[in-house]
């Protein structure tokens, strides 16, 4: 019964910014991952970004140094703060988490699509 609600995708142009926030709900535990990928047309879904509940981040080497990721446990959200974005950033950007708790849990949002574009 764990959902994600994602937002903050949309057009913008090279160089622009962009914030994505992804809200989790339900049974959640402390102990999670949340993180974001993304599918760009014709490519595999990729890792772009991904923190652990205590605040350890693994960034793809794509975007290191122009995207940040960020969580609020309290709020059970995680952001994704994109900065000097380029064509190539254009892409359906995927929330997930995974819950190590009793059991695995994995769960994976509908998806936001984030165009770069002039």
């Known amino acids: 019964q764990v959902q994600l609600v994602e937002s903050g995708g949309g057009l913008v142009q090279p160089g622009g910014s962009l914030r994505l926030s992804c809200a989790a709900s339900?049974?959640?535990?402390?102990?999670?991952?949340m993180g974001w990928y993304r599918q760009a047309p014709g490519k595999e879904r990729e890792l772009v970004a991904a923190?652990?509940?205590?605040?350890?981040?693994n960034y793809a080497d794509s975007v290191k140094g122009r995207f940040a990721i960020s969580r609020d446990n309290a709020k059970n959200t995680v952001y994704l703060q994109m900065n000097s974005l380029k064509p190539e950033d254009t892409a359906v950007y995927y929330c997930?988490?995974?819950?190590?708790?009793?059991?695995?849990?994995?769960?994976w949002g509908q998806g936001t699509l984030v165009t770069v574009s002039s």
């Open positions: 923190i652990t509940w205590s605040g350890r981040i």
């Open positions: 997930r988490i995974t819950i190590h708790a009793d059991k695995y849990v994995e769960v």
């Open positions: 339900g049974s959640i535990f402390s102990d999670n991952t």
